[in-house]
């Protein structure tokens, strides 16, 4: 296992994990957790609800989302939504706005950005000492021939596993996806309008972040993503915890990183709203 001490020694093994994965055309993408207990799983499923009730809060929160919102505003904020409610993308956008609007989803933010991920994990004080981690994820676009490994696991993963990056071309095949209910492990990236993104709040922090979506099927969204078929072409490791302050100061002198960069302040008046769109739907589902 990798232990990180110094910000030199992250971007140096990364280096080297970038071009090996190049080697082998994959495209890696990364998640940072301050403590090394933490284990990755949706949102959505966090509050240890039922399965069956977690898909009702699921459908709930979406429709109340989708209810609130005005000429593609929710509350004094910009969305990126296709013009027509009809359009069968129009979910998938709806979703990954309001994940990034801080809503429970079942939708897991990945970085292709590794330097965010980082930040994440060494950022907070409180956890100053303790041993924090970053994950890497593997990711194929589908050419899985050059993988290396056990071929009964790459084959599991190959049969598991969909990596779509939703261009023009892709969004053919997201279109007969159901967000709510996919079949298998779907990583999933929307390319960036740049032209309007400044004036999109949501899509300005996942621009940042260098965002993309990981999507579990309903019978693995108990599990966490680390026990699942992805978890065997995830790496890990780990931030030594009494490096953390070290590693933040060497890395604010060679990159601008902040709370206020990475993770944008939601407007007061939409994040009350956001906060009643959760709360209405606790209620009417009777979850406290």
């Given amino acids: 296992m990798t232990i990180i001490k110094t910000y030199q020694q992250y971007l140096d093994y990364i280096q080297e994990f970038r071009e090996s994965a190049s080697l082998n055309s994959l495209h890696p993408v990364f998640r940072g957790h301050a403590k090394d207990t933490y284990q990755i799983s949706p949102t ?34 910009a969305l990126n939504l296709p013009d027509d409610p009809s359009d069968p993308l129009y979910n998938w956008y709806c979703l990954m706005q309001a994940r990034h609007l801080e809503l429970p989803s079942r939708m897991i933010d990945w970085s292709m950005d590794h330097d965010t991920p980082l930040y994440f994990a060494i950022n907070n004080e409180k956890y100053h000492g303790v041993d924090g981690h970053i994950w890497i994820l593997a990711s194929s676009m589908g050419n899985f021939d050059n993988l290396n490994g056990d071929p009964e696991i790459i084959q599991k993963y190959r049969d598991s596993y ?41 899509e300005r922090r996942r621009a940042i972040q260098g965002g993309k979506f990981m999507i579990l099927p309903n019978h693995l969204l108990s599990y966490p993503v680390e026990e699942t078929i992805a978890g065997s072409m995830m790496h890990k490791i780990i931030i030594d915890g009494n490096s953390k302050a070290k590693i933040l100061e060497e890395q604010k002198k060679c990159i601008i990183i902040n709370d206020e960069r990475v993770l944008v302040p939601i407007p007061t008046t939409t994040k009350i709203l956001l906060n009643k769109i959760e709360s209405d739907t606790r209620m009417e589902l009777g979850i406290t």
């Fill in 162 to 202: 969909h990596h779509i990056n939703a261009g023009q071309l892709a969004q053919g095949d997201l279109v007969k996806i159901d967000p709510l209910n996919p079949e298998k492990i779907l990583l999933v990236h929307f390319p960036y309008n740049a032209e309007s993104m400044n004036s999109q709040f949501a």
């Fill in 44 to 77: 959505i499923v966090r509050d240890g609800l039922s399965f069956d009730k977690v898909l009702e809060f699921e459908k709930l929160i979406l429709s109340k989302f989708k209810e609130n919102i005005k000429d593609k505003y929710i509350g004094e904020i």
